[in-house]
């Protein structure tokens, strides 16, 4: 009995520890059987909607617990909210003088429209997920995300009527559009954890006790996201050598991110912040602009970048655990 629950013990832990890129790999596997099982086609024509239902819901729920635990009267701006913004905006400005400046076109255009959809959109909501488990400051982290979806509002409108002028984007209906969206995913979910924190002190105390709920919850979305990233991917209709660009070109983008948010966050004590504030994107508010407003399958970009930010997040939460296990045993 030992050996095995010893055995189930080290399973456990290995999933604690490994909870994204295992469900990145489950997301994977099971589209993949569905995909190459012809028996499976009746049931993934019912579940196909119900997923696609399911998944705002968990976002909601997701978002709506990691509330329940933020310190609504710290939420203000801070130093390093500005220097992120400044270089997203920057990052933003170079890739639109590349298009316009050298006039290109092609595979080339859809190349940097995807580099550029990875870019301009807004921190991901689950970044302060990623922050609170890593220990980091989870009001800071979630009034930058406030604060990045009104920046990416506001350049969205601007830089995609340059690159098509046939989009015929009004700004103030875009940004209308795009606030909305925010809303909510944003506002709604916290007004609910406000109005629970405040005024149904039983339950909020039952939320907050589950240790690691959010994060969970996330980890089971995240499965749900890959396995549609995967089949977004299989099915882009374009060249494989045009797939393999944007995939290395949005692992690179990621890489960058990540280090650039951490080296201004460094200077204000809040690397870990700054990093995921810069890095960690909201990548299905990414594929949704990539569809709408650019060649659909510049949404490959963003669909990688999904699968390198949570590589990126599995290997920093590996990491930030093996030390404190280090320093508990010490």
Known sequence: MREKNGFWDDVLHFLKE???????????VVYFIFALTPALDGIATVMGPIIDDIFPLFMFLILFVTFC???????????WHWWVGLFQ???????????????????????????????????AAAAAVVTSKLGGDLEEMTTYTFLSNFLTAAMVPVCFPLIDPSVGMDFWRAFALILYKVCLV????????????????RLHQRIISIKDLSFYLWGFSLAI????????????????WLLLGIAGMSLLLCLVQFAVGRY????????????????????????WIAYTYLNPVSSVGPGCYILWQNIINSIEIYMAESKNDKDNHE
């Open 186 to 201: 944003l506002v709604v979910p916290m007004l609910l954890a406000y109005i629970v924190k405040h005024f149904m002190h």
């Open 69 to 79: 635990k933020v310190d609504f009267h710290k939420m203000r701006p801070v130093g």
């Open 18 to 28: 490994w909870t994204l890129p295992v469900a990145m790999l489950a997301g994977t």
């Open 264 to 287: 201004l966050g460094h200077f204000h004590q809040r690397a870990q912040e700054a990093g995921q504030a810069l890095g960690q994107k909201n990548t299905n508010f990414a594929i």
């Open 225 to 240: 996201v890959t396995g549609t990233t995967v089949k977004n991917i299989v099915h882009a209709d374009t060249t494989a």
């Open 89 to 123: 905006v920057l990052f933003v400005a170079i890739i639109m003088g590349i298009i316009l400046g050298l006039h290109v076109s092609g595979d080339r255009l859809i190349l940097l429209e995807a580099v550029l959809t990875c870019i301009i959109g807004p921190c």
